[in-house]
């Protein structure tokens, strides 16, 4: 695409995360939300979704075949895209989300990459299991802000996981006033400004989803970190990674 045809989408896709979201379900939300951005979707979220690529790579890196992947808010199933053919080596790859936008695009993508092994499940993460009853890896990459009953999401990733499973986190968030000791502490403004800013967009930000990511799991690892955003100059906000074993 030119850089004037780019230039274009960014604005149309800018243009409609400022408008208002509409609808009486989560569901009609999300689909209000994303059904305009669709096909947008992927080429600016790349520059604003930052550390997905670091976790997904590292997630498929084992060498045990046949597992079983469930990605809760897989949207378009561009996260799949980093691992590249290590695909192959999973028994089945869920990708689990609300918006059939998204889902719809994900399933040109799979037919394009051929990806027999890659399903599209529109589902309520909270609801959802896969039809084996159990996976070996769970993934939430900044979906977790967007589901409003995030502790029922990840204790549902937690019953079908399997012992020794592993759930992988890549999200904006902002810490505590008083983090634990080695834990990043952000700054006044990080803490009240983001959760402002990215609520009107249904999304929010707050410190506790990683502290009970943390209570949860057994913890592999945990990276803080500060992101830039399009078109946002100077400024940066803060997203982790965080990878867990299940006791």
């Known amino acids: 695409m030119s850089i004037l045809s780019n230039l274009i989408g960014d604005l149309k ?3 409609h995360l400022a408008k208002p979201v509409q609808g009486d379900t989560h569901q009609e939300r999300l689909e209000n939300f994303y059904s ?5 979707y992927d080429r600016f979220r790349k520059r604003l979704l930052q550390g997905r ?16 992947w469930v990605d809760c808010g897989g949207g ?10 290590r695909i192959s080596k999973f028994s089945k790859i869920y990708l689990v989300d609300l918006s059939p936008s998204l889902l719809k695009v994900a399933q040109e993508r799979i037919a ?5 092994n890659v399903i599209t499940v529109e589902a309520d ?9 159990v996976a070996d890896i769970v993934t939430f990459s900044y979906s977790l802000t967007m589901i409003p009953d995030w502790f029922a999401a990840i204790e549902q990733a937690e019953k079908f996981l399997k012992p020794g499973g592993i759930i992988g986190v890549v999200d904006f968030y902002v810490s505590r006033k008083h983090p634990p000791q080695g834990w990043q502490r952000h700054s006044f403004f990080d803490r009240h400004f983001w959760p402002i800013w990215f609520a009107t967009d249904n999304v929010f930000l707050c410190p506790n989803r990683l502290a009970y990511l ?22 940066k906000v803060p997203y982790y990674r965080f990878i867990g074993r299940k006791y």
Do not use: C
């Not at 378009?76 to 053919?85: A, D, K, P, V, Y």
């Open 13 to 15: 896709t800018i243009y």
């Open 36 to 40: 305009t951005q669709s096909r947008d």
């Open 53 to 68: 690529k670091k976790l997904y790579q590292e997630l498929a890196r084992g060498d045990e075949d046949g597992k079983i």
């Open 76 to 85: 378009t199933g561009s996260n799949l895209e980093s691992i590249g053919e």
């Open 112 to 116: 394009d990459r051929g990806w027999k």
């Open 125 to 133: 993460i909270t609801q959802f299991s896969p039809p084996e009853g």
């Open 214 to 235: 943390n209570h949860k799991l057994e913890r592999v690892d945990l990276t803080e970190s500060m992101g830039s955003l399009p078109f946002l100059l100077g400024l």
